[in-house]
């Protein structure tokens, strides 16, 4: 530690760390514009100058930027000294000289970090009255808006884009004060962190562009905390309503988790909320096939009789919440309720959940991720599954960077002399994936081979750690040499890290990667392992237990063990067969769903009844890392939409089961935290009787928040009460707590002088460290045991395909292999076609070639096909989940012939984002 004089007074601040990021983090206001503590220092817009005196005897001292200042003990400076003053205050009017004056209709106005400085500066007058320099903007997609004419070449956009995240197609182009910042030519933005430039941007050159269709200011958005519903890794998110519609969402930080950063699928998929496919009114089929509409107290009347009939059976959902699934268990009974997932996907994410139950190798935070030495991916191709991950290992790469800086007297925030004398210095990461990703480009070495294949690399690793596990079948020489370097970088490493997920649908790749991360532990590294899974609560419903299986529940549909089926937020078909799902739904007298959009599940359905989505309710969701995580309701849904656990509380209380007739979400949480597996769950959110140091309740609403009266004119000029929320510590006002609220409870980030997202740092206990009060939610696993010598698993015997036809494996997109974001319209405009990619060999045989079509003689999926050397002979490999394609994992080898009237697209049609 450290202490620095500022101004007179002496703050604490770590020794050797950033003057702004010591400044900042003791409270004080320092203008800057170019620093984001995410990457660091590069000294470009001058902003930050303070005068730094050389000791108490020194009353002139000397100009220096604090972003490029390292703190040292007895530092001493001024913020306020009137050379300074006026320097920052010129700084801003040189930057001012070209902007435009269009704040009143600039999309960032009322959170512009520009207009936060220029206030602070003291910059209140344009002296300046000539031509300003202006520039044409370009199309970057669905999802960005551009207005180069606004930038202050602060270098932001580029740094996070390329440097940070990766992307290649945004560029600064020109030189001294004609820099441009875009792409080489109109084209949409390649990477799937684009839409963190809406909030890197100091100005408002990238905005939310699906949000500036309804525009509203920030003041009068409405906003709660909130889960990312889009995928098992469980960033922080802020979605923001006005006028009954889900306007945005924005990145809240989470200090373990996503930080400053989301994905694009996390950030324009909750967009679901809106889409027209949702249904707001409960209805009933009749006997020709349609159906009729239902009030509330018809529905729930329709479903108690359906309760009373007997003979139920339940199906969960693992993208329901771990409330919602439990009120459906409670209902049905344990050896009755399904948790949802198909029988191959449940068996895999148990197994998953019981390697870090009982092994030795903790999950990683994504903050853990970042700081790994060595890395070891077996299987999961993150960069679609999980890309929240996949840009925390672009952050452990840059760690051997980081690790050379200091004995070259080089500080590690000073980004640009990092990079420049690191050069492509990268720490260890070593790939092996059954096709190409977009994170290949950072790693060590990297193999394209089936899920059997990259199993038995994982064994052999295991084996060449520690000659007591397994190793399996022979390797060829260069699987070998793959192995031997991928050893040698974990063993050398202090913090290995090792990644695999069910993205593979393979148990000996789960094994092989538990194998590898429990060799190191035995060792004594401090290796961890992170095990994906496909959505937002897969850990949650997993805990639930697997059996009965979803094959075991159709079975009973079929035998006429159950007649009536509730199926929670769910769309079957996109898990099993669908024949034999046809049939058993058939074999039922009542199916009823609870969900939130119409699907295939629901047009089968004998009774629909409309579910909140995750703005429109409170529930827990449990992440990769066992993380229980609360989200709360945003806004009130419209009609008679309401939280799925309430339709089965009424409908049980109606059938006088009133030990389920929960009045209260707390009720229900307390009542599940009974379950072992739950027992951590009240501790992931807050009740709704919490008032913090204040007293009051926390405010959804800013306190500039206006229209209250005008929002609903057209039915009364009077102002409206104010909704009452019983469920939560929330209050649908901008009378309630905000700074003085716990920090994990921030409903939208504000303080003096601070009303962009920059003000998050009000909140943190440090400049990018956790939050006041600690980070949200709770790890109901904290850490397995050390498992006895004889726990390993054992490898594959085999790794060709057996059957006949072709093996089939999905492969997965960011944007339309998960159900939910892929009905956002500006996602939508980001899906591929439905294809599948062929080994040359297979293409060959079935006389096709790329840009042509195959369809499946058994059904009605229709493909482009792609080729690709690196797909064993004997599979096909096709995009999960895209429309017109497989909806789910064909459970047999496949046939496939060429398809002559396929037709395709245009090549403008869409984006594909696989690597």
């Not at 470009?44 to 100009?63: F, M």
């Not at 919490?690 to 229209?707: C, D, K, L, V």
Request: net charge negative; glycine share 8%.
């Amino acid at each position: 530690m450290a202490s620095i004089i500022v101004d007179g007074k002496t703050y604490d601040a770590t020794d050797g760390q950033n003057l702004l990021h010591a400044c900042l983090s003791a409270g004080l206001d320092l203008p800057y514009f170019c620093w984001h503590p995410a990457m660091g220092s590069v000294g470009a817009c001058r902003q930050c100058a303070i005068v730094q005196y050389q000791d108490e005897n020194d009353t002139r001292g000397r100009l220096t930027m604090a972003c490029m200042t390292p703190v040292s003990d007895g530092l001493r400076i001024s913020i306020d000294a009137s050379n300074a003053v006026e320097f920052r205050k010129a700084v801003i009017e040189w930057l001012m000289l070209n902007h435009p004056h269009d704040c009143p209709v600039c999309e960032e106005g009322g959170e512009c970090h520009l207009q936060d400085m220029t206030v602070m500066s003291g910059h209140t007058f344009r002296r300046y009255a000539g031509n300003k320099r202006t520039f044409n903007n370009q199309y970057l997609g669905p999802f960005i808006n551009h207005e180069m004419n606004r930038c202050i070449t602060c270098f932001r956009c580029v740094r996070f884009y390329q440097d940070y995240a990766g992307g290649e197609d945004l560029q600064a182009f020109g030189s001294r004060s004609r820099m441009y910042f875009g792409r080489a030519t109109d084209g949409v933005l390649e990477s799937e962190f684009a839409g963190n430039l809406v909030e890197v941007c100091p100005t408002g050159v990238f905005t939310d562009k699906p949000f500036s269709a309804s525009y509203t200011r920030k003041w009068d958005l409405q906003s709660a905390p909130s889960i990312c519903a889009s995928c098992g890794v469980g960033c922080n998110i802020l979605p923001a309503e006005r006028y009954g519609r889900l306007q945005r969402v924005h990145n809240r930080y989470h200090g373990e988790l996503n930080g400053y950063f989301l994905c694009d699928r996390g950030r324009f998929g909750a967009d679901f909320v809106n889409s027209d496919e949702r249904f707001r009114q409960a209805g009933e089929k009749t006997d020709d096939g349609s159906f009729i509409a239902l009030d509330n107290e018809g529905a729930i009347t329709r479903f108690a009789a359906a309760l009373d009939a007997g003979d139920l059976i339940g199906i969960g959902s693992p993208r329901a919440s771990v409330e919602a699934n439990f009120a459906l268990r409670t209902l049905v009974g344990p050896d009755r309720f399904c948790n949802g997932m198909s029988t191959a996907e449940a068996q895999l994410v148990d197994h998953a959940l019981g390697m870090l139950r009982n092994g030795p190798a903790p999950a990683p935070t994504l903050k853990d991720v970042e700081q790994a030495d060595a890395v070891l991916i077996l299987g999961e191709d993150i960069s679609n599954t999980a890309p929240r991950a996949a840009l925390a290992v672009r952050q452990a790469a840059r760690n051997e960077s980081l690790n050379m800086a200091p004995p070259a007297g080089i500080p590690t925030w000073q980004d640009a002399g990092v990079r420049g004398h690191a050069q492509d210095a990268r720490s260890p990461v070593f790939s092996a994936t059954p096709l190409q990703t977009r994170i290949d480009d950072l790693a060590t070495r990297t193999l394209h081979v089936p899920p059997e294949r990259i199993a038995q690399l994982g064994f052999h690793i295991a084996a060449a750690l520690n000659p007591d596990y397994p190793a399996g079948a022979q390797l060829n020489e260069d699987h070998t040499t793959f192995v031997r370097d991928a050893a040698a970088a974990l063993g050398a490493a202090q913090r290995p890290l090792i990644i695999s997920g069910t993205g593979a649908a393979n148990t000996s790749v789960l094994e092989a990667a538990a194998n590898v991360a429990w060799a190191l532990c035995n060792t004594g590294k401090a290796a961890s392992l992170m095990l994906n899974v496909p959505e937002a609560n897969s850990f949650g419903a997993a805990m639930f237990g697997t059996q009965p299986s979803l094959d075991d529940a159709l079975d009973m549909l079929e035998r006429g063990v159950a007649r009536t089926v509730v199926i929670l937020e769910n769309d079957l078909f996109r898990r099993v067969d669908r024949a034999r799902l046809e049939s058993a739904l058939r074999q039922s007298n009542t199916v009823i769903a609870l969900d939130s959009l119409q699907n295939e599940t629901v047009d089968h359905a004998d009774l629909v009844l409309p579910a909140a989505t995750f703005a429109e309710c409170e529930g827990t969701y449990v992440n990769y890392e066992t993380r229980a995580q609360r989200f709360y309701q945003v806004f009130l849904p419209k009609g008679d939409v309401k939280p799925a656990w309430r339709w089965i509380s009424d409908a049980a209380r109606s059938a006088g089961r009133t030990d389920l007739a929960w009045d209260h979400i707390d009720d229900l949480i307390a009542d599940c935290a009974r379950v072992d597996a739950f027992s951590g769950l009240r501790a992931a959110g807050t009740q709704a009787g919490f008032r913090g140091s204040a007293n009051i309740r926390i405010a959804r609403q800013p306190h500039r928040y206006s229209g209250r009266t005008a929002m609903d004119a057209a039915v009364s000029v009077h102002e409206p009460m104010a909704p009452s929320d019983e469920e939560s510590p929330f209050a649908y006002s901008m009378e309630g707590a905000n700074q003085t609220a716990p920090a994990a409870l921030m409903s939208y980030t504000w303080s003096p002088g601070w009303n962009s997202n920059q003000a998050v740092m009000k909140y943190q206990q440090e400049i990018g460290g956790h939050l006041r009060g600690g980070d949200p939610g709770v790890r109901l696993i904290e850490r397995g045991t050390t498992l006895p010598d004889m726990m390993r698993f054992s490898p594959p015997t085999a790794d060709t395909p057996t059957r006949e036809g072709l093996q089939p494996l999905a492969v997965f997109e960011v944007f339309g292999s998960d159900e939910l974001s892929s009905e956002a319209a500006a996602v939508q405009q980001r899906i591929p076609d439905a294809y599948v990619i062929l080994n040359p060999e297979d293409a060959a045989t079935l006389g096709v070639e790329v840009g042509a079509g195959v369809r499946d003689p058994a059904g009605s999926a229709r493909f482009a096909v792609r080729i690709d050397p690196d797909v064993q002979p004997g599979y096909v490999y096709y995009g999960s989940g895209l429309p017109g394609g497989w909806t789910n994992t064909p459970t047999a080898a496949v046939t496939l012939e060429r398809d002559p009237e396929y037709q395709p697209p245009s090549p403008d049609h869409n984006l594909i984002m696989r690597g």
